[in-house]
T-cell receptor
């Protein structure tokens, strides 16, 4: 398995533009997570899905952020309009609920810079 | 509120020595704890986990200790190698999958 795939790896955009980040989880995993990582706030959980259904979106900063999971193999995180303070590395992770552990497998991340 | 914090933001050790990374958590209801390793330019990678009904768990060169009395978690790395240089995060779950990560500790291994 190729692991969690994220695209793009780097995104530079101007304030006010729409940004869409993409994620392909590991095949068979039924949980998908979106995280944001910054120096100031560390690694923050934004939202997670179970079987394509959003379970907890309490970490989504504001209405400018939205996430969808139309099927088991694809998810998007959209920011519209983007602002400079959204600059961060965004990680997608997936997991298979198990008895032993809840290990999350992280993708390589998307580094977003909003100018 | 719920939080996971680290005592030491950076740790520098000599190659071959043992490393100990500490973590404090505040939510007594947390029942599952994980250590992740993050190398530069990569996403966090699972190292080892422990459930609240245990106080020690060992893996390959790593040991996690859990002290629920003082809400403290530690990661011990034996015979630290240059490849262990990374940022280490502790994380906690309070039932379910909502994971709260600590601030992270950067480990430097001197050759």
């Amino acid at each position: 398995d190729a692991g969690v795939i994220q695209s793009p790896r780097h995104e530079v955009t101007e304030m006010g533009q729409e940004v869409t980040l993409r994620c392909k989880p590991i095949s068979g995993h039924d949980y998908l997570f979106w995280y944001r990582q910054t120096m100031m706030r560390g690694l923050e959980l934004l939202i997670y899905f179970n079987n394509n259904v959003p379970i907890d979106d309490s970490g989504m900063p504001e209405d400018r952020f939205s996430a969808k999971m139309p099927n088991a193999s694809f998810s998007t995180l959209k920011i519209q309009p983007s602002e400079p303070r959204d600059s961060a590395v965004y990680f997608c992770a997936s997991s298979l609920r198990g008895v032993v552990n809840n290990e999350q497998f992280f993708g390589p991340g998307t580094r977003l810079t909003v100018l | 509120g719920e939080s996971v914090g680290l005592h030491l933001p950076t740790l520098s050790v000599q190659e071959g020595d043992n490393s100990i990374i500490n973590c404090a958590y505040s939510n007594s209801a947390s029942d599952y704890f994980i250590w992740y390793k993050q190398e530069s330019g990569k996403g966090p990678q699972f190292i080892i986990d422990i459930r609240s009904n245990m106080d020690k768990r060992q893996g390959q060169r790593v040991t996690v200790l859990l002290n629920k009395t003082v809400k403290h978690l530690s990661l011990q790395i034996a015979a630290t190698q240059p490849g262990d240089s990374a940022v280490y995060f502790c994380a906690e779950n309070t039932g379910g999958f909502k994971t709260i990560f600590g601030a992270g500790t950067r480990l430097f291994v001197k050759a």
